[in-house]
């Protein structure tokens, strides 16, 4: 077959598409579904900027297939936030200036979530082993680092809405 | 008071959102989609092109030439018009755009690529600025067509029938007689490579034809730039012609001047509908490098340290055309010698055309490249004199008030005070271990660009919501919040209250662009002066209603207040005009002075940047961790303290990559690593363990509330000071970078056989 | 641009044979596709259908027999083998080397079998897992066959499997009591530019047995047989002084190439490096519980 009908729950909405087999999942986020946050940049896996959670994995969005994500649910950037409450990890990354350009940050912010959902008080070499595969070529890191670790403390203090 | 604090960026909610809409996220309606087939050998004569095949491929709408393009003006270029919009008669680049495709979708436009062909042959090629000096080298550009778009191009000096597109030369007092005379002279080679800009948003641009005109949606630093450009390729007045700047997801300088906008607009005007050519991160790399630079230096020096004389040859690679390559030679053999006294100097930078991508602007913009050779010579000085490095620097810095060049601003900072804070910062008096060692570097740039010209405007609507009109490009360094804290500051109302609009040639007034340090001065000090200009016409109207005098008003937070009435400021403007309408709106322009240094105009401001390092290194594998990294910079008042330090600490980050391990590899011509996968950028794992930065704040700059540029000088320092304390924990001096693991093994090994043997 | 293929989804291994033996070049299995999905996009490679190992029930797993051989399914993630409790506990040598692989986003998403199916010279699972003298079971249709994993490697990007086999299990014996193992990579490129793994098996203050595989170099990843019969039967010390030449032996042997990683020379004095820093930690872990 060269294209799959398929349920997939995004940000917390199911949907049902009818996909090529080559469409990648970024192409179908961005192009399909209009979910413009996730980024396509280095198209190889080594950047990050395309990073979804698929069944809360992250993954990179441009190499994955858009039919592997037939009855999973993805999340993006756009389903993080609540209304207007950011989440806290959203929170953090801005009031410790932990982007610049912004556009790693939806990516870097979505890896972010799976880290701290799997393992909720990193240390610093946990966190920067996690994230190795998330650049930034604004900010240097240090910022970001901070704001993961802000968040982890600020997540456990009062644990944000799945 | 809002400057100087870590006021929330303006555009942090839609970043960390995914709400943010960058140029690469833009939809025009009916848009089709461009796609570039490039050339694959460095040096040929196009014979043909056959573009059939493609043409009757699914989707394809064109297929297209140079000759295909409808344009007046087929080659462009910031310094020289050298640069076709698609490669005509000879190709000179391996990568060079030679033939463009348009089609519905992006993939029936890459589909087609497959099917054009292309007959050429090839001719010899020059694949490093060596090989095209060397003597019977072929001429890349015979004759070369001056732009005439900066007046401090105006002087440019290439040399007729060679690849030497320009030569810059300094000189002052008797050099030969200095090194003579002197106690000690040290001469050494220094190699600094060429680099990927590595933006994460690629090169994009959405060009619309409209009746008469034409609008670009384009991720550049420099929109009237391009504008001009444009305006030249299609023979079109500047007003009708539309270049807009969404946010853009980094630059770096990979976006100054023109870059792809010539292409999408003459495909958009071929097929008489709006194209977007969006370009993959490794098709940018083959748009636009930093210059390799090759630095010969050589040093006279007295034995209590007092530098006597410094002789600097200095080579760049500028590619196949020239970009504002000129104007980075130009600048790096200006800023060559260091931020030191010495009385005689002899300075030649010739910008190189070779057979490989451009060069062009990149943060720095030729301080990295000189600054890598100079600080690391100095520390092999004071090894030789038996000085510490710190001391004798300190000994030959510039002092607040001196000058470096005759005719030039002088030095507008107290560097003394710099490197003492960068020394304490790194514990320098600390003996350190074997094995580990630290260092440090000095450096400064002449900040804020030359002859440049910035305009803002601030409306003042019926609501007291300020719409700020400034031209400056929102790349991530946070100028957009910047200038809204200045606008907020000096008209008195809420940072909430401004809203800024993104770069439109057709709206936001006259700007030179955004690079060079100079947004959060030059077009800072055009913020402020329209700001004032605004607050002025309020009070004059307010007067009225309260009956007095504008000097006897004050406006804070929105309010103005004659004692203890008040009025808000939207009641002001709207009471002015009788309804709930009307606008005041302020206008400010900087027009920089015009005197003469060796620049052909004065300094804004002296960026300085001063860092220090400790490392640790694995003697067994040469590889190097950098424990601990100090970046100093003299930003006179930062804006927004979060945002400004942030700046400085990436800048660090960015270059501590080629000072370890990131460089473009090429072989005969071909750029060897394009993608992310084989060119390695910094990543978590490359943050030091402490990575501080310390900014010195003297209010001492001429932009607003005392400030000075920032966001380059980080880049200054890292690549020396490592080497510095390199050198210092094993005693190798390593002078070409990158000093990957296996340079430094190799270093360490032929020490080892020097000593044996 | 990703071209376009015809999907198929088996849903036992003979049916995946079958098909692939009716297409021959024109399948290729996939299984996570982080490098097959990556050159087919740089149109390195095409196919025109893809043979989606990841709807055969059974093919993912890990287990552990009562023997303490470790089982893994081919199409088992190197994120579950990186976080799995059993081979944390029993080869957590193994679980280390996968958490170490790439990013997490390819570790989630990519496959053991997949990476050494692949046979991308720079990698770290084939070197390391050798080293225990893994074996993998290859099936078609109508039949299956047990190959050392080492044999499975015949060049870059080659490996020995015909186009109608499946790799269905990567069976990973235990070390032998009183073991322990090591893998270490250098590089700071994407992917890696040396991996060695040393297993070391002690019996009484003595070298019993030396495993040692080198891998990223050469065109295969190895086990350096010769380097190992050097350090066998020494003593601790013993085997101290003789590891610089095992090391040289490992070097010369490893067919190392000059490329965007390194100059041969410097490649083959990692090898040596490496090799005595893994030593030192599986003789470190030998002693003890046996766990490596």
Redesign the interface.
């Known amino acids: 077959m060269n294209a799959i009908t398929m349920t997939v729950t995004v940000n917390g909405e199911p949907r049902e598409l009818t996909v090529p087999t080559h469409e990648t999942l970024i192409e179908c986020l961005r192009e399909r579904l209009g979910l413009l946050g996730a980024k396509k940049s280095c198209d190889v896996q080594v950047c990050g900027a395309c990073t979804v959670l698929l069944d809360d994995r992250p993954v990179s969005a441009c190499t994955v297939l858009a039919f592997e994500a037939r009855g999973k649910t993805v999340r993006t950037i756009e389903g993080l936030a609540c209304g207007d409450e950011l989440h806290p990890i959203q929170a953090a990354f801005v009031e410790h200036g932990a982007l610049q350009c912004g556009f790693c940050t939806p990516g870097m912010i979505m890896a972010t979530v799976a880290l701290l959902g799997e393992n909720p008080s990193p240390s610093v070499d946990e966190v920067k082993h996690y994230m190795r595969g998330n650049v930034c070529r604004c900010t240097g890191y240090k910022r970001i680092l901070d704001a993961i670790l802000d968040a982890s403390r600020r997540m456990a203090a009062a644990p944000a809405p799945a | 008071m809002i400057i100087g604090t870590a006021a929330e960026r303006l555009d942090a909610r839609e970043k960390v959102t995914g709400a943010a809409r960058y140029v690469s996220d833009l939809v025009v309606p009916e848009m089709l989609h461009a796609k570039v087939w490039r050339a694959p050998v460095p040096h040929a004569r196009l014979l043909g092109v056959d573009g059939s095949r493609a043409a009757r491929s699914p989707g394809v709408v064109a297929v297209c030439t140079a000759t295909d393009l409808p344009v007046k003006r087929l080659h462009y270029g910031p310094a020289f018009k050298d640069q076709p919009i698609l490669a005509h008669e000879i190709i000179r680049y391996a990568g060079e755009p030679v033939v463009a495709v348009v089609a519905d979708t992006e993939r029936h436009a890459a589909a087609a690529l497959a099917l054009i062909d292309v007959s050429y042959r090839e001719l010899p090629a020059v694949t490093s600025a060596a090989e095209a000096l060397a003597q019977g080298a072929p001429v890349l550009h015979p004759a070369l067509d001056r732009s005439g778009h900066f007046r401090d191009l105006s002087g440019l000096r290439p040399v007729a029938g060679t690849n030497v597109c320009q030569h810059y030369h300094y000189e002052r007092g008797d050099v030969a007689r200095a090194f003579a005379e002197a106690d000690l002279t040290v001469e050494d080679v220094y190699h600094y490579p060429a680099l990927s800009h590595h933006a994460l948003e690629p090169h994009c641009a959405v060009a619309r034809v409209d009746g008469d005109g034409l609008a670009v949606w384009t991720g550049t630093q420099h929109p009237f730039p391009v504008r001009k450009e444009l305006a030249e390729v299609f023979d079109l007045p500047l007003a009708a012609v539309q270049v807009i700047v969404p946010l853009i997801g980094g630059a770096f300088g990979g976006k100054c001047y023109t870059k792809i906008e010539p292409l999408a607009a003459a495909l958009a005007a071929r097929v008489r509908r709006p194209v977007r050519l969006a370009l993959t991160l490794s098709e940018s790399a083959l748009t636009i490098t930093r210059h390799a630079v090759a630095v010969r230096l050589r040093t006279a020096v007295r034995s209590d340290g007092t530098l006597l004389a410094r002789e600097c040859d200095v080579v760049l690679d500028t590619g196949a055309y020239a970009d504002i390559g000129p104007r980075v030679a130009t600048k790096a053999g200006y800023r060559a010698p260091g931020p030191y006294r010495i009385p005689c100097l002899s300075i030649d930078a010739r910008c190189v055309y070779t057979n490989n991508v451009p060069a062009g602007a990149y943060r720095g913009y030729g301080v990295p490249q000189v600054t890598w050779a100079s600080e690391s010579q100095m520390d092999q000085i004071a090894e030789r004199l038996g000085l510490d490095p710190l001391a004798f620097r300190e000994k030959n810095l510039l002092k607040r008030g001196e000058e470096y060049v005759a005719g030039d601003t002088p030095m507008d900072g107290d560097m003394a005070d710099a490197l003492a804070q960068t020394g304490a910062a790194i514990d320098w008096g600390r003996a350190r271990e074997r094995g580990r060692g630290v260092g440090l570097a000095c450096a400064m740039k002449d900040g804020g660009g030359t002859h440049t010209v910035s305009t803002a405007a601030v409306r003042v609507n019926a609501d007291g919501s300020v719409t700020l009109l400034t031209g400056s490009v929102e790349m991530g360094e946070g100028s957009r919040t910047a200038l809204a804290q200045i606008a907020a500051e000096t008209l008195g109302v809420p940072l909430s209250a401004i809203v800024v609009e993104s770069p439109d040639t057709s709206i936001t007034p006259y700007d030179h662009g955004t690079s060079a340090s100079r947004s959060t001065t030059v077009m800072g000090l055009a913020v402020e002066a329209a700001a004032r200009d605004a607050r002025g016409q309020l009070l004059e109207l307010a007067a009225k209603f309260f009956g007095t005098e504008p000097e006897k008003l004050a406006i804070h937070d929105g309010v103005v207040a004659c004692g203890e009435r008040t009025m808000t400021v939207g009641d002001v403007v709207s009471g002015h005009f009788g309804l709930v309408g009307g606008e005041v709106t302020g206008l400010g322009t900087f027009v920089p002075g015009t005197w003469s240094g060796s620049l052909g105009g004065a300094t804004l401001f002296w960026e300085v940047g001063m860092g220090a390092a400790e490392v640790q290194v694995d003697a067994d594998t040469g590889e190097i961790s950098v424990e601990k990294y100090v970046s100093v910079a003299d930003v006179g008042q930062a804006i927004n303290a979060r945002e400004c330090a942030a700046q400085d600490e990436g800048a660090a980050m960015q270059a501590i990559g080629p000072a370890l391990f990131e460089s473009r590899v090429s072989e005969a011509g071909h750029l060897v690593n394009p993608g992310l996968i084989d060119y390695r950028v910094p990543t978590f794992a490359d943050l030091p363990r402490e990575l501080e930065t310390v900014l010195i704040e003297n209010r001492d700059g001429p932009g607003p509330f005392g400030s000075k540029g920032v966001g380059e000088g980080g880049t200054f320092c890292p690549a020396p000071a490592i080497a510095n304390a390199v050198a210092r924990a094993t005693g190798v001096r390593i002078k070409d970078l990158p000093m990957t693991p296996e340079r430094v093994w190799r270093a360490l090994r032929d020490a080892r056989g020097t000593r044996r043997g | ?8 989804e088996p849903t036992s291994v003979a049916e995946a044979s079958e098909v692939l033996a009716r297409h021959g070049d024109a399948a290729r299995i996939y299984a996570g ?2 490098e097959l ?2 050159a087919m ?1 740089e ?1 390195l490679i095409r196919y025109d259908y ?1 043979v989606n190992v990841k709807t055969i029930p059974g093919l993912a797993g890990v287990r552990v027999n009562d023997d303490g051989t470790l089982r893994i399914g081919g199409a088992t993630s190197h ?1 579950a083998l990186e976080r799995d409790p059993l081979v944390r506990e029993r080869f957590p040598v193994i679980a280390r080397m996968e ?1 170490d692989v ?5 570790r ?2 990519g496959t053991l079998g997949g990476n050494l199916c692949f046979a991308e010279p720079h990698a770290d699972p084939g070197t390391l897992l050798m080293l225990f003298d893994a074996t993998v079971r290859i099936e078609r249709k109508g039949g299956a066959r047990t190959i050392p994993l080492e044999q499975l490697f015949v060049g870059p990007f080659e490996t020995c499997l015909e186009p109608d086999e499946v790799l269905t299990e990567i069976v990973v014996p235990p070390l032998p009591v009183h073991s322990g193992a090591a893998y270490l990579k ?1 590089g ?4 890696p530019s040396v991996g060695v793994g040393v297993a070391v098996t002690t019996d009484d203050g003595r070298v019993r047995e030396a495993r040692i595989a080198v891998g990223c170099v050469g065109p295969v990843p190895r086990r350096m047989r010769e380097a190992e019969a050097a350090l066998a039967g020494q003593t601790a010390a013993e085997s101290r002084n003789t590891l610089a030449e095992a090391g040289r032996i490992a070097a010369r042997a490893s067919d190392a190439i000059t490329d ?1 990683h ?2 041969a020379d ?1 490649k083959e ?2 090898v040596g ?1 490496l090799l005595r820093r893994a030593f030192e930690q599986a003789l470190a872990s030998s002693d003890g519980s046996g766990a490596p």
Not at chain 3, 1 to 8: N, P, S, W
């Open positions: 641009m990703l071209g376009e293929f015809d999907l198929v596709g982080t999905i990556l996009k149109g893809l994120r958490s790439a990013n997490v986003r390819v989630e998403v250098f700071f490129l994407e992917r965007l390194g100059s410097y004095h990692l490096v």
